[in-house]
């Protein structure tokens, strides 16, 4: 067990739809990192907060948006929902310094029909 | 530009034989980290061992250990006795820098299969 928690485990979702994925980050860690797997491809880095602060972005589109809350928690909400989002959605946190692993959760997949 | 480059989409090894997974990576900025993921079919990622630029001796985790030619740019991860547990996805990742603001990237991945 990683740590970190991330709901919902599945989501099947129409088109043109928005959803809400949601993460706990491993206790005391600071950093949230969001990645997106598509079908037998690598992890496409999105977009990583640091206590609350956006840090760095990656290849996320427009439609989707991130952020951190106090208590470190973070949701990425994804709008305008293509078929092509369908995909494995993970969530990682990490102390946020030097060697410090990212330790991922079990990731969402969702399916956009 | 690709910065992290596993060449090696797939792979079949026999049972006990010892692994080694190809990672080359491309960075300017001499503070770097590596890092070796491992990727079930269950879909969970699992972090296997680290190495830090600046680490004199090579990393090594249980059966896990890292080859790492700085001059080269490259980072193998070997597995030592290989089990039919180890067939997964494997991924390389760098982490460029030590700030709290830095990405860490992943390879495409080597699938490996353990053959009984």
């Known amino acids: 067990d990683s740590g970190v928690t991330q709901t919902p485990k599945h989501l099947i979702t129409a088109t043109g739809q928005r959803v809400t994925l949601r993460c706990s980050p491993r206790?005391?860690?600071?950093?949230v990192y969001w990645y997106q797997q598509s079908l037998d491809q690598g992890l496409q880095f999105l977009i990583q907060?640091?206590?609350?602060?956006?840090?760095a972005k990656g290849n996320i589109l427009e439609r989707f948006s991130a952020q951190q809350f106090p208590d470190l928690h973070s949701e990425l909400n994804l709008s305008s929902l293509e078929l092509g989002d369908s995909a494995l959605y993970f969530c990682a946190s990490s102390a946020g310094v030097g060697n410090s692993p990212l330790h991922f959760g079990n990731g969402t997949r969702l399916t956009v029909t | 530009a690709q910065k992290i480059t596993q060449t090696q989409p797939g792979m079949f090894v026999q049972e006990k034989e010892a692994v080694t997974l190809d990672c080359t990576y491309d960075t300017s900025d001499p503070s770097y980290g590596l890092f070796w993921y491992k990727q079930p079919s269950s879909g969970e990622m699992i972090f296997l061992i680290y190495q830090g630029s600046y680490d004199q001796q090579n990393a090594t985790e249980g059966r896990y250990s890292l080859n790492f030619q700085k001059a080269r740019k490259s980072a193998n991860l070997v597995i030592s006795a290989s089990q039919l547990g180890d067939s997964a996805m494997y991924f390389c990742?760098?982490?460029?820098?030590?700030?709290?603001?830095?990405?860490?990237?992943f390879g495409k991945g080597t699938r490996l299969h353990i053959l009984p």
């Open positions: 907060y640091y206590n609350g602060e956006e840090r």
């Open positions: 990742a760098m982490r460029e820098g030590t700030n709290r603001d830095d990405k860490i990237i």
């Open positions: 206790s005391g860690d600071l950093s």
